[in-house]
């Protein structure tokens, strides 16, 4: 393709700016076949890349945000965007596909119930929908906060739902009943995150306050705030609760992640190796090691009983826009040694934890991947992505 040429900058005044061409400035010309040239719309960044999904939906027309595998259905995905829908679909049957209709803005955040039976829906409009699978019908509409919702969980043994909002409010429903329950204010900006303790008797949440806040879920009593040295100096992003629900992990802006005692609200360790921002932290079943994604575009492996790091995997990308390739979401492939990640290069990493080795990389997005889920027999991993696409790939042989 030829460039125009570079005219001086005293013509471009002369000619206000104005450059005309006749055939004697022609020096040479070139054929080029139309077959060689890219579709107008094709990004050349991810041109000629593999596509390794076995299935792809693409009922969305805007970016997607999340994505929701049902605990229990191994073939069920849920998916949110920002065109304002969600959809319920089956992995291989691409003829299937359930929307979930009446938000009036961006489906931000999904949630199936620890049982199955239910799916949250929670939206920048300030509103939550609880759904009814084996009925497809809108069980409910949860509403109170006044700015949008962050994130939602399900309590661990029962149909209560948490949410945390931009208003730096959060929030507990009964979705058996649409019952208001309680509300948990303290909290000096959006909460970005929060759930459970796996006991379900107590509630963390992480503001972009640069806190921890622990909370009494029955009374709503704020138990323990964690903040000011030495825990950290920007906005939360993420956390991840022990499965003996003694202690929190979180990420930050700041590039540290901190372990809390959420029993006594202090500070028990700090984990300093990234250069960036923590996007995403995990917990692995059956083994004291944790795993957290950075901007810095590492993935780190975390030995927590003496707070070092396992294995530093590195995300080498061949995109044009190396310089924001971080790591956006990650899972553990269920008690096995393998986890997988979600990266702004569009591609879905899986990782062997023992090693630090990438033993599969997964091409097929055109576009930075938001978030991932595992399906629940394990074969399966759902990405969610800004392309517009969820895209399923195979992880059966890595359980």
Known sequence: MNSPSRVPAE????DHGEVFLDESDIIHEVTVD????????EDVEFADEADDSMHIFTGHTGEVFAVACSPTDATLVASGSEDEKGFLWKIGKGDWAFELKGHKDSVSS???STDGQMLASGSLDGIIQIWDISSENLKCTLDGPGGGIEWV???PRGHLVLAGSEDASV?????????????????????TCGDFTPDGKTICTGSDDATLRIWNPRSGENIHVVGGHPYHTEGLTCLAISSDSTLAL??????SVHIVNI??????????SHADSIECIGLATGSPWAATGSMDQKLIIWDLQHSVPRSTCDHESEALNC???GVTSLAWLGESRFLATGCMDGKVRLWDSLSGECVRTFSGHSAGVQGISVSANRDYLVSASYDGTARVFEIAEYK
């Open 34 to 41: 139309e077959e060689d040239l890219p579709d107008a719309d």
């Open 110 to 112: 999904l949630a199936y």
């Open 153 to 155: 969980r399900w309590h």
């Open 323 to 325: 310089g924001q390739d």
């Open 171 to 191: 929030w507990m429903w009964n979705a058996d009943k649409g019952a208001y329950l309680n509300m948990f204010s303290g909290h000096g900006a959006s909460v």
């Open 263 to 272: 029993t006594s609200g202090k500070v028990v360790s700090s984990l300093d």
């Open 250 to 255: 979180t990420g930050s802006k700041d590039n």
């Open 11 to 14: 013509e471009e005044e002369d």
